[in-house]
């Protein structure tokens, strides 16, 4: 965990210390996540994204199916694929498909009224339309605490490291880092809301930075 905590803090610095010069976009993520428990272990949830921003329009769509077990308390394992065709103001580019390997922890710590939580994902991405397999795993630290009546506020950082090189996916190392704060609501006992922003900031080979400022918004459904 003490080496986890270290890479992200790495992986913070070099976000913040990103050159002046760089492509800002403003995007908008619309997320709808739905989960049924099969078990008191198994869990089966999906995830449907739709994103676009100002600069490339609607650009994917994101679909993600995964399997969890509960270990322990505190501790989930998790596999499943994601499918993602990218897009360019609506028009198809191109279609990335994913095997991911993940593992959450739970309330590994407390600093006053935070609880502090982790998840690692190990991807494999293809292309459709380039060779070879890129592999990389994406450390996540997130910070939960309660705001106001039911609501409550959720502060997350996850780098991006890739593992290896292909045709598709150039950068070897930190590839992107993602900062973010949003807020959550129950809208019942099986519904929940969440609003917020995100900052990605990607680095590109041999060029500037990307930078998108995110508006999420997203549903979710517990059964």
Not at 53 to 64: E, H, I, K, T
Not at 95 to 116: T, V, W
Not at 128 to 153: E, H, M
């Amino acid at each position: 965990m003490r080496s986890l905590t270290k890479s992200i803090a790495i992986a913070m610095l070099c976000g913040a210390s990103s050159p002046a010069v760089a492509s800002d976009d403003a995007a908008y993520w619309q997320n709808l996540n739905l989960s049924v428990k099969v078990s008191d272990e198994v869990r089966i949830s999906s995830e449907t994204s739709f994103r676009s921003s100002d600069a490339r329009g609607f650009y994917q769509l994101q679909q993600v199916l995964m399997v969890g077990y509960k270990v322990s308390k505190n501790v989930t394992v998790s596999a499943g694929y994601v499918h993602a065709p990218n897009y360019s103001h609506g028009d198809f580019t191109s279609m990335e498909r994913r095997f991911r390997q993940q593992l959450n922890m739970d309330n590994l710590a407390k600093i006053g009224p935070f609880s502090l939580s982790g998840r690692v994902r190990l991807e494999q991405r293809f292309r459709d339309d380039r060779s070879g397999t890129g592999w990389r795993v994406r450390p996540q630290i997130k910070a939960v605490a309660p705001l106001f009546g039911k609501v409550k506020i959720n502060l997350a950082s996850e780098p991006y490291f890739n593992l290896n090189t292909t045709s598709f996916q150039t950068v070897d190392g930190l590839d992107r880092i993602r900062n973010s704060a949003t807020f959550t609501a129950p809208l019942g006992k099986k519904l929940g809301i969440e609003i917020g922003y995100m900052n990605q900031n990607a680095f590109v080979s041999n060029g500037p930075d990307r930078v998108d400022h995110v508006i999420m918004t997203g549903l979710s459904a517990s059964f």
